[in-house]
């Protein structure tokens, strides 16, 4: 028995990958592209979450801040 070499094993990867997509039927491909949507399309609805949500927190803390900056610019002034 012989080794086998890359091209060899690349072209037996090849030969049952075409086996393996030619007995999905369009309907078969359709699932696994609407599978497929729906995941990317609920991981960039996360990430686009955890950005907003970021960006609201930081939003809060610098009105916070310039809240109180004017609430001790007041009491100075009095």
Do not use: C, H
Not at 25 to 34: K, Q, R, S
Not at 38 to 46: D, G, P, Q, R, S
Request: glycine letters at 8%; aromatic letters at 6%.
């Amino acid at each position: 028995m012989s080794k086998s070499n890359i091209p060899e094993m690349t072209s037996y990867a090849g030969a049952a990958s075409s086996l393996g997509i030619g007995t999905l039927t369009m309907n078969d491909w359709a699932i696994l592209v609407g599978i497929l949507m729906a995941i990317l399309t609920f991981l960039l609805n996360a990430w686009y979450a955890g950005r907003r949500d970021k960006r609201e927190q930081r939003l809060k803390e610098l009105e916070e801040q310039e809240l109180l900056s004017r609430i001790l610019a007041q009491g100075m002034k009095k």
